[in-house]
């Protein structure tokens, strides 16, 4: 990732911490969507990054059956553990976080 992306990112999570913090009270609920092609695995990926969380996990195949739309709930202790699951998952390609 060149210099420019990897400050936007940073950036990008920095702003996503402050609004989770002014807008929500810690521990809380927390729902995860995301978009994943349905291909090497993609969706079971995510729900291992959940697994023994208690987690609460939907998904949907597109009509095409070429996506998924994978949503998390589940509870987070701060903004922090939030980012980093953001962080973990963006490993994954093609996902695409909501």
Known sequence: MDKDKEKE???FYERLQ???????TWP???LFKFI???VDGNVKKVEEAFNCMGAVIKTTKSKTGKFTSVSVD???KNSQEVIEKYQELSTI???VSL
Do not use: Q
């Open 9 to 11: 990112t940073a950036a």
């Open 18 to 24: 402050v609004e989770l913090d002014k807008s929500t």
């Open 28 to 30: 809380s609920e927390y």
């Open 36 to 38: 994943v092609p349905s």
């Open 74 to 76: 589940v509870t987070m």
């Open 93 to 95: 390609e093609g996902i």
